[in-house]
């Protein structure tokens, strides 16, 4: 049978049907922010691809600039080292990395309060934007890859 054109279609409207589902609020939050209540959810995922491609660009390039920089130190520190400028007491810098070490492990146990705190708040925060954080992480994951 061909199908009529008068063919009705329900529209969904995804913040009353957030208001109304309680798992809803659970998953995203309560109050799903300013963001997503000022603009559509194309222009959320346009704005969020767009800043995450540019800083995907931007991670890429200062990467590569820092890997050659510490690549680049290290052969000249190689050369010199075998040239005969420059001689390593390789005993006092294992010395250093195991003293580094410890103070890292004193630190890391300080610090684990304050990690899950800002964990906690990041999560938060991408459930209440999960729309200009979803745009964002495509973008940063193309602006990786250009």
């Known amino acids: ?13 995804l913040t009353e049907y957030a208001r ?3 798992w809803w ?7 799903s922010g300013p963001i997503v209540e000022k603009y559509s959810v194309a222009t959320q995922i346009v704005m969020g ?6 800083a995907g660009f931007l991670f890429q390039k200062v990467g590569k600039l820092a890997a050659t920089a510490v690549g680049g130190g290290f052969l000249l520190l190689q050369i010199a080292s ?6 390593v007491d390789w005993k006092r810098v294992e010395k250093d ?3 580094a070490k410890k103070q890292l492990k004193k630190r890391a146990n300080k610090a684990a309060p304050e990690i899950n705190t800002l ?12 729309v ?3 745009g964002f992480v495509g973008g940063f994951l193309l602006g990786l890859a250009s």
């Open 132 to 134: 200009v954080s979803s």
């Open 1 to 13: 049978e061909r199908e009529s054109d008068d063919d009705s279609y329900e529209v969904l409207d």
């Open 119 to 130: 964990i906690e708040e990041s999560t938060e925060f991408i459930k209440q934007n999960i």
């Open 97 to 99: 990395v195991n003293k």
């Open 20 to 22: 109304r589902h309680h």
């Open 82 to 87: 075998h040239s005969g400028y420059v001689q």
């Open 25 to 31: 609020n659970r998953v995203f939050g309560r109050n």
């Open 49 to 54: 691809g767009m800043t995450g491609w540019c």
